[in-house]
Each structure stands twice: as structure tokens, then as C-alpha cells.
């Protein structure tokens, strides 16, 4: 029994230690989601009003100021961006969004990646580790794994550049992000957007509600500066979306591990007060039954 009892509080000394490390980590985590939110929650406004004016541009367009960046083609080379974290611990985030890009590829892009034409560029170690697994037979750009050290949009920027610049030199005809969509702290969206070539609006819609912009100086001139921008803020928004997400989903995940540890100390205080109730009580008996003996 004795025995028994320090077992038992040595697994209690181990989940009061477990509990005081995942306290600890969902206050970072928390500190962090608050700056992660805020970023993100100012540029999503301003992204997706960028992106609808360039697909209602670059549908408007007729030909006259074409570019590269609308160009439909027959899909032979794909890209995939996948956007993950680097670390663990944050739930199911990670898994959702290698299963959304597992799923994009099989459901999708089966021929291409049979035929060894599907490219990933991996954002976030666990998205790298998740894809090799799953899809070894596609290529991996493994250059901008640690990409989330510096999210500053120069940074981000010069990662857009280069895919762009694949897709203009027509290696890949389409690309792809897989990315989580920061909902709120406890919800989080594995979500997949096409990003090259840029959605033409449908002609239903464009039909309905037409813009009519005015160029100045040039409408060439003008898109050849304005759709890089508003493609690199999309990109970021991306990885500003991710971001938060991880920090929402580790708050999340450490709040309920620290939740089943404070059951789990009751349930293991419970038994060790049990224990050590039927260690004293066996104590008593052998006094008793002893001095009984003793008498006679």
C-alpha cells in the first residue's frame, strides 16, 4: 500500500507540473492571439475590397489592357502554398489544413500529381512535414518554411513575387492557398483559395453591377503597378489569417489540457485520500487484532 501511495503522488506532482506549464502557455498564447487579431482584423477589410476591384477590373478589361495574371490556360503544373505553424499544440489546426490540401490534390488535381506536376511551397514546418507524408510524389519548395520570422509585407512580398513570376514564365498554370481562416479564438476555417490566375466575375454579376473605373495616366501603366500590390496583400492576408489562428487554437487547446489536468488532480486526490484511508484503517486493525493477542 505504501507503495501505492507514493505512486500516486508522484503522478500528482507530474499533472501539477504538467498544469502549471500549459497555464502558462495558453497566457502567452492569449497575449499573442491579441496583436495576431489585431493584424489581421485590420487588413482583411482592405484585402478582400482590393481583390473584388481587381476581378471586376481584370473582367472589365475586354482585351485592351490585358495581363498575365487573368490568363486561363489548360492546367499541366500546379502550385499549392500551404500555411501551417511551425510548432504544435494547437489542436487540430495543422491537421485541417494538410487534409484540405491532401484533399485539394485528390480530388483535383489527381492526373497532375500522377504525373509529377504538382509543386508545394510549404509556409510553417508542420505543413511541410504533413504534405511529405501524405503526397511524396510531389515536389517541394522547402526555401520559405520559416517564412513566419518575418512577416513584415517586404518580406511576404518577395515569396508572392516568386511564385508570380513562375506562373508569368508559365511553369505552373495555376496556384493555389491552403491556409486557416481566423473565425475567432475557438473557431478556425481550413480554407482553399485560388490565387493565380485571378477569378474573371461572372458575367451575370458583372453584368449587374458593372464598375466603371477611370485610369490615370494609363490603364496599362496603372495595372502593371496596382495588381502586384493587391495580389502581395492578398498573400499576406494569408499568413496574417494562419497566424492567428495558431495562437486561437493553441489558447484553446491549453485551456482545456489545463481543464483535464484540474480533473484529473481531483480524481487522483480522491483515490489517494481512499489509499491512505485503507492504509490507516489495516494500521488500526493489526494495533487492535496485536493487543488482542497480547491479552490472551
Known amino acids: 500500500m505504501g507503495a501505492n501511495l507514493k505512486e500516486v503522488r508522484t503522478r500528482i506532482k507530474s499533472v501539477i507540473s504538467t498544469q502549471q506549464i ?7 498564447s492569449a497575449a499573442k492571439l491579441r496583436r495576431a487579431q489585431q493584424a489581421i482584423v485590420q487588413l482583411r477589410p482592405y484585402s478582400v475590397k482590393l481583390s473584388n ?5 481584370l473582367s472589365g478589361l475586354e482585351g485592351d489592357a490585358d495581363t498575365v495574371f487573368n490568363k486561363e490556360r489548360e492546367v499541366h503544373n500546379v502550385a499549392i502554398v500551404i500555411v501551417t505553424s511551425n510548432r504544435g499544440l494547437a489542436g487540430a489546426l495543422n491537421t485541417n489544413i494538410g487534409k484540405a490540401a491532401v484533399n485539394l490534390v485528390q480530388t483535383t488535381f489527381a492526373p497532375q500529381y500522377q504525373s509529377g506536376n504538382v509543386t508545394f511551397f510549404p509556409i ?4 511541410n512535414e504533413y504534405t511529405q507524408r501524405y503526397l ?30 513562375d506562373f508569368t514564365v508559365n511553369s505552373f498554370d495555376e496556384v493555389h492557398i491552403v491556409y486557416s481562416q481566423f473565425k475567432n479564438a475557438g473557431m478556425q476555417e481550413a ?34 503597378t496596382l495588381i502586384p500590390t493587391i495580389l502581395h496583400t492578398q498573400f499576406l ?9 495558431e495562437h486561437g487554437a493553441r489558447m484553446t487547446a491549453m485551456e482545456k489540457a489545463t481543464d ?35 491479552e490472551g
Open 237 to 245: 492576408k494569408t499568413l496574417l489569417d494562419t497566424h492567428a489562428s
Open 191 to 224: 480554407t482553399v483559395e485560388q490565387f493565380l490566375p485571378v477569378k474573371r466575375v461572372p458575367v451575370i454579376e458583372r453584368n449587374a453591377v458593372r464598375a466603371d473605373y477611370i485610369f490615370e495616366p494609363d490603364k496599362k501603366v496603372l495595372l502593371d
Open 124 to 127: 510553417g514546418k508542420k505543413g
Open 260 to 294: 483535464n489536468a484540474n480533473n484529473l488532480l481531483t480524481e487522483l486526490k480522491i483515490n489517494y485520500n481512499k489509499a491512505r484511508q485503507e492504509a490507516i484503517t489495516r494500521e488500526l486493525s493489526e494495533i487492535v487484532g496485536g493487543a488482542a493477542a497480547l
Open 53 to 57: 476591384m481587381l476581378q471586376n477590373v
Open 22 to 28: 500549459t497555464k502558462a502557455m495558453k497566457m502567452v
Open 136 to 165: 511524396p510524389r510531389a515536389k517541394y519548395v522547402t526555401d520559405y518554411v520559416d517564412a513566419f520570422s518575418d512577416l513584415s509585407f517586404d518580406a511576404i512580398s518577395k515569396i508572392a513575387n516568386r511564385i508570380m513570376e
